[in-house]
C-alpha cells in the first residue's frame, strides 16, 4: 500500500513562495508517475502538475506555467512542488497522488491510485 505525506502548506503573501513536498512511502518512485492536485474553495478538483515515473517528463496546466515547477528527488523518495508569484486564486488545499498503470502520456490527472490527505495553501494578504 502506497502512501503520501503532504507537507510544506502555510500562509503567504501574493507573489510570495511556498514549496510543498509529497513524501511516498511503500514503494520507489520509478514505480508511479506522481501528479499534484488542488481543490479551489467553490471550485471541483483540478490537476496543477505531473511527473513522469522516470523523473524525465514533466506537464504543468496553464494556469501554473512558468509560476510552479514539479521535481523529484529518489533519494529521499520525494516530489517537490515550488510556486513561485503566487497569486490570491492559487490557494486552496494541494494534494499529491500515484498513479502506476501507464498510459499515453508520460503522466496525467485521471485514474489516480492513491492520494495524500492535502496541504492548506493560503495567499492573502
Known amino acids: 500500500q502506497l502512501q503520501l505525506v503532504e507537507s510544506g502548506g502555510g500562509l503567504v503573501q501574493p507573489g510570495e513562495s511556498l514549496r510543498l513536498s509529497c513524501a511516498v512511502s511503500?514503494?520507489?518512485?520509478?514505480?508511479?508517475?506522481i501528479s499534484w492536485f488542488r481543490q479551489r474553495p467553490g471550485r471541483e478538483r483540478e490537476g496543477v502538475s505531473c511527473i513522469s515515473k522516470n523523473g524525465n517528463r514533466v506537464h504543468y496546466a496553464v494556469p501554473v506555467k512558468s509560476r510552479f515547477t514539479i521535481s523529484r528527488d529518489t533519494s529521499k523518495n520525494t516530489v517537490y512542488l515550488q510556486m513561485d508569484y503566487l497569486r490570491v486564486e492559487d490557494a486552496g488545499t494541494y494534494f499529491c497522488?500515484?498513479?502506476?498503470?501507464?498510459?499515453?502520456?508520460?503522466?496525467?490527472?485521471?485514474?489516480?491510485?492513491?492520494w495524500g490527505k492535502g496541504a492548506l495553501v493560503t495567499v492573502s494578504w
Open positions: 497522488a500515484a498513479r502506476r498503470r501507464s498510459g499515453i502520456a508520460p503522466c496525467s490527472y485521471d485514474r489516480m491510485d492513491f
Open positions: 511503500g514503494s520507489t518512485l520509478d514505480e508511479y508517475a
